[in-house]
């Protein structure tokens, strides 16, 4: 890996790249309002810096509509709605989609009683969950996100030696009065699955401590959760991502199966790997009116005092400074708005092929 040729960058504006994703979209089968909406969605995941959950994800999601683990233009149903009670079932339609008409109900539901549980079971591939936080505090709303992945297993679990689950996010918006939402969004692995996949179409290693090889070993090459190993491609055998924070974030990755999955009726991986392209997300969501609660004014006035607090800290040695979560998201918007989105010759290569599975002519 290390001596792999880095392949040379290329460089698009948000708008470009939105319509490149979004005709891609609609030559595999999706209305070209859904294809929008997920290019958009897609496209804002690259201008927050989180090339993993950005554009480089067309190809597989073109490769799971083929297959028909992915359903273009499905229908959200709604199982159960009590109104601080939502069951919805997204039936494998683009999470992008069923994701935000989910929590479109969530949030109405929660404005109206004060709060809502929702779970949201069968969406394919939901992106970044901070996106569905942004949408929650731009309500004035508090919103708890625990989601879990359906797909080929890539972390390990603490004390284990192969992949048994998936990077399963948590996420928690919380608004703040007369500043910028926090938004904390993390995958419960070290890294994010796609940041692999990206650090391995870079030519590039990774930091130690974040993977263990097929024979359970410390390794530095993102290569060995992208690609089969060994001598036998055939045989699938792949290494697994570590969970941040040892025994802690092992808890938290199971706690987010169990609730993100089974609890929403989503379902929990416990089967051999195989080798769909499908990535199914399963989301418990909690959102909360500080304003129903009767906290409001005590709420802005804590958090306040408690984020001027953080700020005054000095810096510490290698930092400008103490940041809160969600500014290095809004910061990297900025600053690629400008210069542009960068995309890997291998991503976009692989991006290029997918047009051509669906008939198109690349660009």
Known sequence: MSEREK?????????????QTAAILVAAGSAQTEAQTVATNLVMANLSGHDSH?????????????????????????????????????????????????????????????????ALANSHHLGRIGHFAEMATAQGLVSIHLVNVLSRPVVAPWGGGDGRFGTNPCCIGIPLPDAEPFILDFATSRVAQGKMRVAYNKGETVAPGM?????????????????????????????????????????????????????????????????????????????????????????????????????????????????????????????????????????WADINTAARKVGLTPS
């Open 211 to 347: 993977l263990i090889d097929a024979q359970g070993q410390p390794t530095n090459d993102p290569g060995v959760v992208v690609v089969p190993q060994g001598d036998d491609p055939a045989q699938g055998l792949f290494g697994a991502l570590m969970t941040f924070g040892e025994h802690k974030g092992y808890g938290l990755a199971v706690a987010c199966e169990l609730l993100g999955g089974a609890l929403t009726g989503g379902g929990t991986w416990h089967q051999p790997a195989n080798t769909s392209r499908a990535v199914l997300n399963s989301m418990l969501t909690v959102l909360i009116d500080p304003v129903k609660l009767g906290t409001q004014a005590r709420f802005a006035q804590d958090a306040t005092a408690f984020i001027d607090w953080l700020r005054c800290s000095p810096a510490g040695a290698g930092f400008e400074g103490v940041q809160i979560a969600g500014e290095p998201e809004r910061a990297a918007r900025i600053q690629r708005e400008r210069d542009g989105i960068t995309i890997d010759a291998h991503t």
């Open 54 to 118: 950005g554009v480089g994800m067309v190809p597989r999601y073109v490769e799971a509509v083929q297959e028909g683990g992915l359903h273009p233009n499905a229908d959200l149903q709604v199982q159960l709605d009590i109104g601080t009670l939502l069951s919805l079932d997204a039936q494998r339609g683009y999470g992008q989609v069923a994701g935000v008409k989910a929590m479109e109900l969530g949030m109405a539901r929660a404005k109206q009683h004060g709060s809502c549980i929702m």
């Open 7 to 19: 392949p040379q960058e290329k460089r698009f504006s948000a708008q470009a790249l939105r319509a």
